[in-house]
């Protein structure tokens, strides 16, 4: 479980990095939010880039209540996180 979490981690940490990187106002917290403007966040994140990045990498579907607790995260949990919603949609 430990290679599997470690995978999904790194995943998501790439996925995070990349989308972080376009809000410069944004510091390097490992919180999910900063794949988003911390200046001007959307009024809807289900279904933007980051998540469809997400549902893409991981092979899942991320409804709005689920984006919604995703997006106040940290990268840890959000792992821990999307490992269960793998395991569900088995």
Known sequence: MKN???AVYQTLHEI???HR???PENPDSKQM???WSTDDPPDNIEGTEPF????????IS???DEA??????????AANRIIKIME???
């Open 33 to 35: 939010c900063c794949m």
């Open 62 to 64: 991320i409804d709005d």
């Open 16 to 18: 995070y990095d990349r």
């Open 21 to 23: 990187r376009k809000y």
């Open 68 to 77: 919604l607790d995703l997006y106040d995260m940290d990268l840890d949990e």
């Open 4 to 6: 599997k979490s470690q």
């Open 52 to 59: 469809c990045d997400i549902e893409e990498a991981f092979h």
């Open 88 to 90: 569900t949609e088995v």
